[in-house]
């Protein structure tokens, strides 16, 4: 895992430039809860990590940081902490972006963690929409980007629709 102090992240880049910025945001991640009403720092992550559904080497190094984060407290953890690296993976393949060398055993090892983070994180209140985020990462955590795409999509009409068309085949 590239260490925040790194000066790497200097020559890494985002949606918006130069990711020297990513450390301090990935740093304020740490307070559990996260602020209520706050879209910091997790808005700034999306927006750089994974502008529009592009992702960049610097989204790969972020995901380790925030697997080790969400591993810290997964009870007390937003959705966040396990759809963002879902998204970053889901972006990822879409799109055929190549992990960098020096960054991949990193972020393929802590994507591996997602099923048991999720079981852990299950003992908290679950809102119907946040059971997709959690599915989703359920199935990028056993490699399976495209079901964690699709599943993305579904919510209670989607999957009523779906079962009557698979039960009239």
């Not at 720092?41 to 380790?64: E, K, M, R, T």
């Not at 810290?72 to 393949?93: L, M, N, Q």
């Not at 960054?103 to 679950?126: C, D, F, G, K, N």
């Amino acid at each position: 895992m590239l260490s925040l102090d790194s000066p790497e992240w200097g020559r890494m880049q985002h949606a918006y430039g130069s990711a020297e910025d990513i450390p301090n945001l990935l740093r304020q991640l740490t307070t559990f809860p996260p602020p209520e009403g706050e879209g910091e720092p997790w808005f700034s992550i999306w927006s750089a990590l994974a502008h529009q559904g592009d992702v960049y080497p610097a989204s790969f190094a972020a995901v380790p940081h925030i697997m080790k984060i969400f591993s810290s407290a997964p009870d007390r953890s937003t959705y966040d902490f396990f759809f963002f690296p879902a998204w970053v993976e889901i972006c990822r393949h879409r799109h055929g972006t190549v992990v960098p060398d020096e960054l991949s055993i990193a972020y393929y090892e802590s994507l591996s963690e997602l099923p048991r983070l999720i079981a852990a994180a299950a003992s908290q209140e679950w809102f119907a929409e946040s059971l997709p985020y959690a599915l989703s990462a359920f199935a990028v955590g056993k490699g399976f980007p495209v079901i964690a795409e699709a599943v993305l999509e579904i919510d209670n009409e989607v999957a009523t629709e779906f079962l009557k068309w698979f039960h009239s085949r």
